[in-house]
């Protein structure tokens, strides 16, 4: 099923909703590490991140602004990307489940595949947006 309407554009309500969902767990995160500003750079400075209280700022615009401009369907393929890219990177440097103790074994692994899960939904929402328009082959098919 496609999600855009017959001239290729990615904004009818049911793409900008079904975008919306991946979205909306980085928005509220986002939202959620402004609120808890102190605790954030805190939090980052344990993830041995370099320089928490300036990686905090941008990931706070990531995580706001980036799923704003998927949910608006704009560059959908570029932000898609960047928004896979930016998950499996937190998945890689907050869900360490192979280093983690056996007590946080299991949660870190499960938060780990939830990052690459979505990461993939915002790489489809990519090749969607890179496709042809609606009845032209799939620009990932093979061509004869």
């Known amino acids: 099923m ?7 554009n990615h904004n009818d309500a049911l793409g900008m909703l079904v975008r919306a969902l991946p979205a909306a767990l980085f928005i509220l995160a986002g939202i959620r590490k ?6 954030t ?3 980052f400075g344990g993830l041995g991140l370099p320089l928490p209280g300036l990686v905090a700022p941008l990931v706070i615009a990531i995580e706001i602004v980036l799923p704003l401009l998927f949910i608006a369907g704009w560059r959908l393929r570029e932000v898609g990307v960047a928004l896979a890219l930016y ?3 937190t998945g890689l440097i907050a869900h360490q489940f192979w280093v983690a103790p056996d007590a946080q ?3 870190q692994f499960n938060h780990f595949f939830k990052n690459i899960a979505i990461a993939g ?3 489809l929402a990519a090749l969607q947006a890179a496709a042809p328009q609606r009845g032209a082959p ?3 098919a093979p061509q004869a």
């Open 34 to 39: 402004i609120l808890a500003y102190g605790g």
């Open 2 to 8: 496609q999600l855009t309407n017959n001239t290729g």
């Open 121 to 123: 939904g915002f790489l």
């Open 87 to 89: 998950t499996v990177a």
């Open 41 to 43: 750079v805190g939090y």
């Open 105 to 107: 074994f299991g949660n």
């Open 138 to 140: 799939d620009a990932m």
